[in-house]
């Protein structure tokens, strides 16, 4: 099982990509939709969050099975990161700050932010 930091990172990063790849990087809610993507990665978590809320038996079900995976790839995450090693969730975290360079850089120069006047 994952790091919440590896999920969030992970979810986030998606997020990114796909606004890169769709072009959708000029919405001043850009950031909303960046938290709101870490926080789809971290989805089958909400039963460590809510634990008396009378689904979290099902949620922490759901957790364990291959349908976790279409919250960015969650199960197979905790999958390959079984004892919560910080060098998995390193890894995900700098390919989180990548994603982030690159969409800045793409911002710069598609955006128009650099155009002389």
């Known amino acids: 099982m994952s790091m919440a930091l590896a999920h969030f990172s992970i979810g986030a990063t998606f997020v990114i990509i796909g606004l890169i790849l769709t072009r959708r990087y000029t919405s001043p809610r850009l950031p909303l939709a960046i938290v709101a993507g870490g926080l789809w990665g971290m989805g089958p ?36 990161d079984p004892a919560n090693s910080v060098a998995t969730t390193a890894h995900c975290l700098a390919l989180f700050v990548l994603a982030t360079a690159v969409l800045s850089v793409v911002q710069y120069w598609d955006v128009g932010v650099h155009s002389p006047e």
């Not at 009378?54 to 790839?73: C, K, M």
């Open 45 to 80: 978590d909400v039963h460590w969050v809510i634990p008396h809320a009378g689904l979290s038996e099902r949620i922490a079900a759901f957790h364990s099975t291959h349908w976790a995976d279409f919250f960015a790839f969650h199960y197979t995450l905790d999958v390959v």
